[in-house]
């Protein structure tokens, strides 16, 4: 059972368009992560956001970590078929610093 | 800087074999995990190591799964036997710092990917 949903599962679109993903879960967390996963290679990370109502911009990409830090979004601009992965979220507990994983969200950008 | 090592990158093996995967960490990096990852599912975790000790393996099936990092750097995960549902992408990855903080980062080899029939 992955204590992180993500939403939605998958997502097609065309390059130029605007796309958003979420990150959802009741459990609050001390940081969380945004990985993204191309096919035959394993994640690689894109930001850590840590401050609840966090805001933080990397070139087309935005990511939001939600007041109570237990939900997050990331929005990206303008896609282009190079934003094509699988993007995960995961929350870093107190615990030891062990990350929990979102099962992902697939995102397709055709040109 | 070279990045986490793993090997094989792919596996096909028939159940009730045994099976054992290599990942050579990021040099200098003390912290290694070892992650499976189900098809349509993010990574979980099964152990994670501290230089040599394993500070978290509550959920590494311990009946049939094994690990070991005896010199703190290399490590190796074996299967005996392997079971069809063990099939999976195994990642290993390392992070410079010992018990993770807030901002915690992790580095990610590509896998082993594991079809057992």
């Known amino acids: 059972t992955q204590l992180l949903e993500q939403s939605p599962q998958f997502l097609s679109i065309q390059e130029g368009e605007n796309l958003t993903v979420y990150c959802n879960s009741s459990?609050?967390?001390?940081?969380l992560q945004w990985y993204r996963q191309e096919p035959g290679e394993g994640p690689v990370l894109l930001v850590t956001?840590?401050?609840?109502?966090e805001v933080k911009k990397l070139k087309r990409l935005t990511f939001q970590f939600g007041d109570a830090r237990k939900d997050s979004s990331l929005h990206i601009t303008a896609a282009q078929p190079g934003d094509t992965g699988l993007y995960l979220c995961?929350?870093?507990?107190?615990?030891?610093?062990?990350?929990?994983f979102g099962a992902g969200t697939q995102v397709v950008v055709t040109p | 800087e070279a990045g986490v090592v793993q090997s094989p990158r792919y596996k096909i093996i028939e159940k009730k074999q045994p099976v054992a995967f290599w990942c050579n960490p990021i040099?200098?990096?003390?912290?290694l995990y070892w992650y499976r990852q189900n098809l349509g599912q993010g990574p979980e975790l099964l152990i994670r190591y501290e230089n040599e000790e394993a500070v978290d393996d509550s959920q590494l099936p311990k009946d049939r799964f094994s690990a070991e990092r005896l010199k703190g750097v290399d490590s190796t995960l074996k299967i005996q036997p392997a079971e069809l549902g063990d099939s999976a992408v195994y990642l290993c990855a390392s992070s410079p710092w010992a018990s993770g903080g807030p901002q915690e980062t992790q580095y990610f080899g590509p896998g082993t990917r594991l079809l057992v029939l």
């Open positions: 040099s200098g990096h003390n912290t």
């Open positions: 995961a929350g870093l507990t107190d615990s030891w610093g062990k990350l929990q």
């Open positions: 459990s609050v967390f001390s940081s």
């Open positions: 956001v840590v401050t609840g109502g």
